[in-house]
Structures are given as structure tokens and as C-alpha cells.
């Protein structure tokens, strides 16, 4: 039996490309200037497509592909990829999830104690040589017992929570629909939650449903002594509004490893000594990127030698059987 043909939509490791090509035939994505010879070629035979979350996969793509069955994307997020589409058009879309819940949820804590604690600032003081000429720097803040808003509690927001806990922490949460499964506290209201609490964790997905949720009313609600951080969706933060806000004072520090435009940063955030700027690499370790592209394989091997994939999305489970 002739092996399915899987394209390769955007970069993938040569790691990679050698595990999907003990079972698939790879057809490689040649760019947009090159799209329409190659889609006149291979497009009829095309079953399946590896992307990575932050690159997706447009509708027209989709559409062009008339044998395609599943899109099997790398990474938790999958905003960039209309699985309602798809799953209209009886295409499976999976992601990885779980693999990367306790690397982010570590980065999520390093970045946090990162700016509650002044690490960055006081490593710069250090070899500046000011600890010998000015003495010791001011006083910075701990965690313990303070309260901690999570937007979002999914599955990596539920691993920052309980490890919030370790450090004493007390966790609230919002998300559009209250958890049965936990006992920490949920406000429907978000604007309520951060008016509440010392420290704001975004960790919720990006798109049209989550965009600018966090705007100037939770910012101001958080206020000059609410710390901020970041590791979900550059999207869901009207961004122009936390650079002014850190800028005039109305919110005390932020740690962001995502933006709105990225890889570009605001260039005001790159001087303010109260804000941690990490390049988006929440999941960005050895060990779990290649548990991610493990599961990536995997989605497409099962899918086509069993009719079922690991893990699909939610828009697309009842295309399983």
C-alpha cells in the first residue's frame, strides 16, 4: 500500500523530518510565490499536514487540498488554524497538549519570583559594579500569601496553580465557566478578580474569543502594586494599554514571555527596570520539544495506521470514532 504524502507546512527539525519519513512520503511547503505549481502537482495527493501552532494553517491552504484528513499541529495553542473549518470539511485537527504543562508552568514561576524578586534588575546591579559603590539595592517583594488571579484554568493552568501553592500561595481564577473540579474561587468577573488580587497570571488561549480581555479596566483594577505576567497569548493583552500603564505607574511590574507582534517588543518595555521580557519560550526546552514533536508523529501515525487520533481538539472529537 502506497504510503499517505504529508506536507510539511513551515520549518520542522531534520529530526523530524526523518520519523515522519519512515512512514510518510513529505512534500515540503515551497512559500507563497511557489504555491500554485506546487499545489497543481501535489495537492490531489496530499492526506495530511504537520504545522507548527504559531504558524497555522489559512483556509485557502486548507481548501486546496481535496484529500486532506487530518492537520497535525505542534504546540497547545491552535488559534491559527480554523478547526471549525476543518471540521466542517471532516478534517481532524490535533495539538500537543500536556507535554509542555510543567515546563511552562516552570518558566510561568521563574518569571514570576523573576520580578517580584528584581533578578534581572539586581544581576544588572551586581555587574555594574553599584552593590560596591551604592550598597545593597532596596527591598524586593516575596510571594507568600499573596493572592494570584489566574485567567484561565485549563490543563498548564492548573499545574501554575498547584505549584503556586508550594510557595503559599492563594489562588483565584476566571475562565467563562465555573470548574466543579477544583476549590479554589472563580470569578465570573474579571475586572472584580484582578481588583482583588496582588498578582495577574494570563494563561488562557488567544483568538477572537480571548482578544484585548485583558484591558485598561484590569489593568487599573490590578493597579500600581499588581504584578503582571503573561505566558498564555500576546493577543489577549491590549498591549498599548500595559506599556502605558507600566510606563505612568498605574500597574507595578510585568513578566511577558508573548506580544502582540512577535518577535517585536514595544521598544519603551526594553528599558524598564520593573519588566522581565523572555522571546516566547515558555515550552523551550530539549525535553519537551521533543516530547512535542514526539506527539506531533505520533497524532499522524495513529491516525492513519488505526482511523484515530491521540489528541484532537475539542472543535474536531467528534470526527473520531
Same mark, same amino acid.
Request: with cysteine; net charge negative.
Given at each position: 500500500?502506497?504510503?499517505?504524502?504529508?506536507?510539511?507546512?513551515?520549518?520542522?527539525?531534520?529530526?523530524?523530518?526523518?520519523?515522519?519519513?519512515?512512514?510518510?512520503?513529505?512534500?515540503?511547503?515551497?512559500?507563497?510565490?511557489?504555491?500554485?505549481?506546487?499545489?497543481?502537482?501535489?495537492?490531489?495527493?496530499?492526506?495530511?499536514?504537520?504545522?507548527?501552532?504559531?504558524?497555522?494553517?489559512?483556509?485557502?491552504?486548507?481548501?486546496?487540498?481535496?484529500?486532506?484528513?487530518?492537520?497535525?499541529?505542534?504546540? /497547545?495553542?491552535?488559534?491559527? +488554524? %480554523? #478547526?471549525?473549518?476543518?471540521?466542517?470539511?471532516? =478534517?481532524? !485537527?490535533?495539538?500537543?497538549?500536556? @507535554?509542555?504543562?510543567?515546563?511552562?508552568?516552570?518558566?510561568?514561576?521563574?518569571?514570576?519570583?523573576?520580578?517580584?524578586?528584581?533578578?534581572?534588575?539586581?544581576?544588572?546591579?551586581?555587574?555594574?559594579?553599584?552593590?560596591?559603590?551604592?550598597?545593597?539595592?532596596?527591598?524586593?517583594?516575596?510571594?507568600?500569601?499573596?493572592?494570584?488571579?489566574?485567567?484561565?484554568?485549563?490543563?498548564?493552568?492548573?499545574?501554575?496553580?498547584?505549584?503556586?501553592?508550594?510557595?503559599?500561595?492563594?489562588?483565584?481564577?476566571?475562565?467563562?465557566?465555573?470548574?466543579?473540579?477544583?476549590?479554589?474561587?472563580?470569578?465570573?468577573?474579571?475586572?472584580?478578580?484582578?481588583?482583588?488580587?496582588?498578582?495577574?497570571?494570563?494563561?488562557?488561549?488567544?483568538?477572537?474569543?480571548?482578544?484585548?480581555? /485583558?484591558?485598561?479596566?484590569? +489593568? %487599573? #483594577?490590578?493597579?500600581?502594586?499588581?504584578?503582571? =505576567?503573561? !505566558?498564555?497569548?500576546?493577543?489577549? @493583552?491590549?498591549?498599548?494599554?500595559?506599556?502605558?500603564?507600566?510606563?505612568?505607574?498605574?500597574?507595578?511590574?510585568?513578566?511577558?514571555?508573548?506580544?502582540?507582534?512577535?518577535?517585536?517588543?514595544?521598544?519603551?518595555?526594553?528599558?524598564?527596570?520593573?519588566?522581565?521580557?523572555?522571546?516566547?519560550?515558555?515550552?523551550?526546552?530539549?525535553?519537551?520539544?521533543?516530547?512535542?514533536?514526539?506527539?506531533?508523529?505520533?497524532?499522524?501515525?495513529?491516525?492513519?495506521?488505526?482511523?484515530?487520533?491521540?489528541?484532537?481538539?475539542?472543535?474536531?472529537?467528534?470526527?473520531?470514532?
Amino acid at each position: 500500500m502506497a504510503r499517505p504524502q504529508i506536507l510539511l507546512y513551515g520549518p520542522m527539525s531534520g529530526e523530524v523530518r526523518e520519523r515522519l519519513a519512515q512512514h510518510f512520503v513529505i512534500r515540503e511547503w515551497p512559500g507563497s510565490e511557489h504555491a500554485e505549481p506546487f499545489l497543481a502537482e501535489h495537492a490531489p495527493s496530499i492526506a495530511g499536514v504537520a504545522t507548527g501552532g504559531d504558524i497555522g494553517l489559512p483556509n485557502e491552504i486548507i481548501d486546496a487540498l481535496p484529500a486532506l484528513r487530518i492537520i497535525a499541529g505542534y504546540g /497547545v495553542g491552535y488559534e491559527r +488554524i %480554523d #478547526a471549525g473549518h476543518a471540521a466542517e470539511r471532516g =478534517i481532524l !485537527v490535533t495539538h500537543t497538549p500536556d @507535554v509542555l504543562n510543567d515546563e511552562v508552568s516552570n518558566t510561568t514561576i521563574a518569571l514570576l519570583l523573576a520580578v517580584t524578586r528584581r533578578i534581572v534588575a539586581y544581576d544588572r546591579y551586581a555587574r555594574e559594579g553599584r552593590w560596591a559603590r551604592e550598597g545593597s539595592p532596596p527591598l524586593a517583594h516575596g510571594i507568600a500569601g499573596k493572592r494570584v488571579g489566574m485567567v484561565g484554568l485549563g490543563r498548564i493552568g492548573m499545574t501554575i496553580a498547584q505549584k503556586l501553592g508550594v510557595f503559599g500561595c492563594e489562588v483565584v481564577y476566571h475562565s467563562r465557566n465555573r470548574r466543579d473540579d477544583v476549590s479554589f474561587q472563580h470569578y465570573p468577573d474579571l475586572i472584580a478578580m484582578a481588583g482583588g488580587c496582588d498578582i495577574l497570571i494570563v494563561i488562557t488561549p488567544g483568538g477572537a474569543a480571548t482578544r484585548h480581555l /485583558v484591558d485598561r479596566p484590569v +489593568i %487599573d #483594577a490590578l493597579g500600581p502594586k499588581g504584578t503582571f =505576567i503573561n !505566558v498564555g497569548r500576546g493577543s489577549v @493583552v491590549d498591549e498599548r494599554e500595559l506599556v502605558a500603564a507600566l510606563a505612568e505607574g498605574r500597574l507595578g511590574a510585568a513578566g511577558l514571555d508573548v506580544f502582540e507582534d512577535e518577535p517585536n517588543i514595544p521598544p519603551e518595555l526594553i528599558s524598564m527596570d520593573n519588566v522581565v521580557l523572555l522571546p516566547h519560550v515558555g515550552s523551550a526546552t530539549v525535553e519537551t520539544r521533543a516530547a512535542m514533536a514526539g506527539l506531533v508523529i505520533d497524532n499522524l501515525v495513529s491516525f492513519f495506521e488505526h482511523g484515530k487520533a491521540i489528541t484532537p481538539v475539542p472543535e474536531c472529537r467528534h470526527l473520531q470514532p
